[in-house]
């Protein structure tokens, strides 16, 4: 067959290339017949398209080649031939129906296989007329084939997937998608596809090819948001959208305004894999107000944040947000994320912030931060995950408090204010208590309250100058007992089953003292 560039091809030995060049080669032998690749593997190729001095085409080093298509370039097929089964059908035709499986030797019988219903089989192959969904991955496919086949053959197809096939032009996709009038799902990931020339985009711009389309696969295919831009008339009733791993940096353009609203039902669009570096970028992507999935793993993004204007909110039905592996080194763009009124699921491992603080850290964080989260990184949390969670916050803001009181932690954190409203404030420590920290007590609680009297009694190593306040708040804790309708009593070892009776409420700090003695010496 006769090459032409930007032709893609595929080696016998399965490496895919396009072509780059076309026509003579001075210095080889012969110098005529040779066809120019780009691989799409580094390394396949020796060169940058120079050959002694002169250069043919360009591409980077390692990924160049001068091939003899004939002897190094397998043929391409038509989408009738690899769904007809064409291909394998002559030589299942000429099979031979009985073979020797182990020929008689050394006195032992022959054993012969029969190939049993043969002419069924080849009448089953060829039965395509009910196909609804149809993989063919590598396949080499680069055409449509007979169109009046595909019409009676394959115009029930729904779920096409045609990933890393020999596809570059959109005039040959919609060409395909002509006869496949039930198609809802096609994969093209791997085929690398050409931006339409003007007579193409006018084509896709009136079509109805893609009317039924309403999930979308196009990753590694070198598409970009202004082919993107064509396709949108196109396909208004598209769904899921994954272009990943296509080398693209930006969504807005700098001509005009994009309108996304030509995609008004959809719903998950994957960009992971890109180099999306400015997350004002993916704010142009608020403009699909349906959007309940946006995947952005793999990019080069330092932050988030989103805009809050009047009668507009970003993302409002977004559900899965996922960030892993880009630059975010911030807390705020975690409390920017909990904006989110629906977020349930969150991707966040390999972000800067999350090295810093440690896999089971950071997901301890994000729990206790955003409380709407069900599954972070891909792990299901649990009511026990979240109540460990939002324990550990409060307990870290209280650890770096630096002196600051319950309140001034509270005003400067809304987390943390929340959390302590759902927990009970802390139990903070003076100077004084930590200077003494190393005269520990053992103390043990037992609640008589009608909501608690059942928990078996706890004990807690305290600080000998702990205030009856934050012992107070620590019982609140424990018991889920409002401070203001606690008492606190004494109770020794010779009145295991009878409480004492005396409240601490007169010498307020002698008293707690004295309860803290009392118990340590109970318990020792």
Known sequence: MQHQVGDRVQSQDGFRATVRYVGSVTGATPE??????????????????TYKGARYFECADGFGSFVRPDSVLANPLSFQVRTDGSEFGE??????????????????????????????????????????????????????????????????????????????SWGTVLELLAHLPQLQVLSLNGNKMVPPDAAISKIIDTSSNFQSLTELALKTTRVDFDQLDRLMYAIPTLKNLRIANNNITQISSKDFERKFDKWPKLELLDLSDNKIDDWNEVLHLAKFRDLQHLLLNGNLLREVFFNRVENFVDFPELKTLAVANNQIG???????????????????????????????????????VIPGLTSVNGSEVRSRDKLESEKCYIATCV???????????????????????????????????????????????KSMASDSCSKAPLTRKLPASMTVANLKRMCQQLFKLDVSKQSLYVKSKDEIDAWTGIPVACFVRWRLIFVLQLTAWMTT
Request: one cysteine or more; charged letters at 25%.
């Open 399 to 445: 650890k770096h408090a630096a002196g600051r009181s319950v309140e001034d932690i509270a005003a400067s954190d809304p987390t943390f204010a929340a959390l302590i409203q759902k927990h009970g404030a802390p139990v903070m420590q003076d100077a004084a208590a930590r200077s003494n920290s190393s005269t520990m007590l053992s103390v043990t609680l």
């Open 32 to 49: 005529d017949g040779w066809v120019g690749l780009e691989w799409d593997v580094e390394g396949r190729g020796k060169h940058d398209g």
């Open 91 to 168: 030589d299942a035709a000429g099979a031979e129906e009985k073979m020797d499986f182990r020929s008689a030797e050394k006195g032992k019988a022959a054993i012969v296989c029969e190939f049993v219903g043969k002419e069924r089989e080849l009448q089953r192959m060829q039965k395509t007329s009910k196909l609804e969904h149809v993989t063919l991955i590598g396949a080499r496919i680069w055409s449509v084939g007979d169109p009046a086949w595909l019409k009676e053959n394959a115009s029930g197809v729904k779920v096409l997937i045609l990933d890393d096939n020999l596809f570059s």
């Open 330 to 368: 911030s807390m705020h763009s975690i409390f920017e994320i909990k904006k989110l009124a629906n977020i349930v699921d969150l991707k966040f491992q390999g972000n800067p912030l999350a090295v810093e603080h440690g896999v089971v850290a950071m997901r301890s964080i994000l729990i206790a």
